[in-house]
Antibody, heavy 121, light 110 residues
Framework: DVQLLESGGGLVQPGGSLRLSCAAS????????MNWVRQAPGKGLQWVSS????????YYADSVKGRFTISRDNSKNTLYLQMNGLRAEDTAVYYC??????????????WGQGTLVTVSS | QSVLTQAPSASGTPGQRVTISCSGS????????VYWYQQLPGTAPKLLIC???QRPSGVPDRFSGSKSGTSASLAISGLRSEDEADYYC???????????FGGGTKLSVL
């Protein structure tokens, strides 16, 4: 079974940094696009970033471009999101999501349970 | 303001058929696959429909998806109380080089 376990969330001051991790199991990690999607309290889903299976291409929402960095370690079956320059509006539950299909179609199919990031002084 | 447009709410009675719409543009729905997700309160989203109209294994055939031009729809037939949830559409956007979500539709089963 596909399992995605996020960690690294917590309370951070504005301007601070956090690194989220997503430990994956139950599938060939390197064959799938991986995504980060967030959900602010009481709000809808917002795509944050995606990375190809090999890690050679990354994509970011304009709201996080230049502040967040997505990466993966295929030898450890782990996805990361380095978040710098955090703002109050980054407060959200961050979900790690695996593409449903292998290859270039990165549409999320399996989701972790999420990790809460709170940016506040 | 979401790139994909969904009505904020919808409702139906048990047994009824309900349709949730998602409107986009040529750069997203018009040229890429649409995905639909169900999110029950306090839980992670669950994939309902992939690639416009495909149901992953385990998703009841009461749920169906369709796409025409720059719009897509999710239909739920034989409505049940457990279908009360938030529903989101999503697609890749070639112009933004990113994935876009609809604002979500909150479905109430009366």
């Amino acid at each position: 079974d596909v399992q995605l376990l996020e960690s690294g969330g917590g309370l951070v001051q504005p301007g601070g940094s956090l690194r989220l991790s997503c430990a994956a199991s139950g599938f060939t990690f390197s064959s799938y696009v991986m995504n980060w999607v967030r959900q602010a309290p009481g709000k809808g889903l917002q795509w944050v970033s995606s990375i190809t299976g090999s890690g050679d291409r990354t994509y970011y929402a304009d709201s996080v471009k230049g502040r967040f960095t997505i990466s993966r370690d295929n030898s450890k079956n782990t996805l990361y999101l380095q978040m710098n320059g955090l703002r109050a509006e980054d407060t959200a539950v961050y979900y790690c999501a695996k593409a449903y299909f292998s290859g270039s179609d990165g549409g999320p199919g399996y989701w972790g349970q999420g990790t809460l990031v709170t940016v506040s002084s | 303001q979401s790139v994909l447009t969904q009505a904020p709410s919808a409702s139906g009675t048990p047994g009824q058929r309900v349709t949730i719409s998602c409107s986009g543009s040529n750069s997203n729905i018009g040229s890429n696959y649409v995905y639909w997700y169900q999110q029950l309160p306090g839980t992670a989203p669950k994939l309902l429909i992939c690639r416009n109209n495909q149901r992953p294994s385990g998703v009841p055939d009461r749920f169906s998806g369709s796409k025409s031009g720059t719009s897509a729809s999710l239909a739920i037939s034989g409505l049940r109380s457990e279908d009360e949830a938030d529903y989101y559409c999503a697609a890749w956007d070639d112009r933004l080089s990113g994935r876009v979500f609809g604002g979500g539709t909150k479905l109430s089963v009366l």
